[in-house]
C-alpha cells in the first residue's frame, strides 16, 4: 500500500485557517486521496477526497499537487471543534472473490490542537 | 449519527468469555469492515466483507471471528481473549465503485473493549 507522511501534531488559533500537509511521493495513478478526523472517543469521520483536481465541499477543501506527490487539507476558520486528529490516506480499490471494494489504511495522522 | 451503529459501546470480559460485538447500517452499503484501534497505534484493518462475502483477513487471530448475516449486519465474535486485545473496535462500511477506490467510509463511534 502507498504510504503517507504527515506531521505529527500542529496548533492553530481559533478563527484562523489552518493547512495540513500530506506527502505521498509513491502515489500511484488510480489512487484517491483521502482525508479523515477523529474527535476524541469517536470513530474516525470522513472530511474529503480528491484524485487530480482541488476539491471542495462545506467542511474543508483539498489542494492536490501538480504531480499528485502532496496535497494539502485546508480548514478555512479552525474552531474549537475542529481538534481532532486528521489522517490523510490513500484510497486503493482492492479486488478480492471477483468484487472491488474500497482499501483505506490509516496511519498516524496529525493532531490538530486549536486554541481560543 | 453516521448511521452506523455499534453496540455495545462498552464491553468489560474476562478471558474465558465469549461475547459478541455487533453493527448495523442501514445506508444500503455492501462493504463493511472491521478495525481495532490499540492505544498510540494507528487503526488496523481486521476484516472486510463485500457483498456478505469476507474478502479479507489480515492476518487476525481466530479468537476474532467475523459473520455477516446480511448486508445490513455485521458481527465481531470474540472468544478466549488475551489482555492485549483491549481496544476500541470499529465498524465500518461503504459502497462499492467497481474499480474505484473513491469509496467514502462510515464509521460508527465503536465498542471500547477492555479483556480482564
Known amino acids: 500500500d502507498a504510504k503517507t507522511t504527515q506531521p505529527n501534531s500542529m496548533e492553530s488559533n481559533e478563527e484562523e485557517p489552518v493547512h495540513l500537509p500530506c506527502n505521498h511521493s509513491?502515489?500511484?495513478?488510480?489512487?484517491?486521496i483521502h482525508w479523515y478526523r477523529q474527535l476524541p472517543s469517536q470513530g474516525p469521520e470522513y472530511v474529503i477526497h480528491g484524485l487530480t483536481s482541488n476539491v471542495n465541499n462545506r467542511m474543508a477543501s483539498l489542494a492536490i499537487a501538480e504531480d499528485r506527490k502532496s496535497s494539502t487539507l485546508i480548514l478555512h476558520r479552525a474552531t474549537l471543534r475542529d481538534a481532532a486528529v486528521y489522517y490523510c490516506?490513500?484510497?486503493?480499490?482492492?479486488?478480492?472473490?471477483?468484487?472491488?471494494?474500497?482499501?483505506?489504511?490509516f496511519g498516524q495522522g496529525t493532531i490538530l490542537t486549536v486554541h481560543p | 449519527e453516521t448511521g452506523v451503529t455499534q453496540t455495545p459501546r462498552h464491553l468489560v470480559m474476562g478471558m474465558t468469555n465469549k461475547k459478541s460485538l455487533k453493527c448495523e447500517q442501514h445506508?444500503?452499503?455492501?462493504?463493511m469492515y472491521w478495525y481495532k484501534q490499540s492505544a498510540k497505534k494507528p487503526l488496523e484493518l481486521m476484516f472486510v466483507?463485500?457483498?456478505?462475502?469476507?474478502?479479507e483477513n489480515n492476518s487476525v487471530p481466530s479468537r476474532f471471528s467475523p459473520e455477516c448475516p446480511n448486508s445490513s449486519h455485521l458481527f465481531l465474535h470474540l472468544h478466549t481473549l488475551q489482555p492485549e486485545d483491549s481496544a476500541l473496535y470499529l465498524c465500518?462500511?461503504?459502497?462499492?465503485?467497481?474499480?474505484?477506490?473513491?469509496?467514502?467510509?462510515?464509521f460508527g463511534q465503536g465498542t471500547r473493549l477492555t479483556v480482564v
Open positions: 466483507y463485500s457483498l456478505e462475502e469476507r474478502v
Open positions: 445506508l444500503g452499503h455492501n462493504a
Open positions: 465500518a462500511s461503504s459502497q462499492d465503485y467497481l474499480g474505484q477506490g473513491r469509496a467514502e467510509a462510515f
Open positions: 509513491t502515489i500511484s495513478g488510480t489512487d484517491y
Open positions: 490516506i490513500l484510497s486503493a480499490a482492492a479486488n478480492a472473490g471477483g468484487t472491488s471494494y474500497g482499501k483505506l489504511t
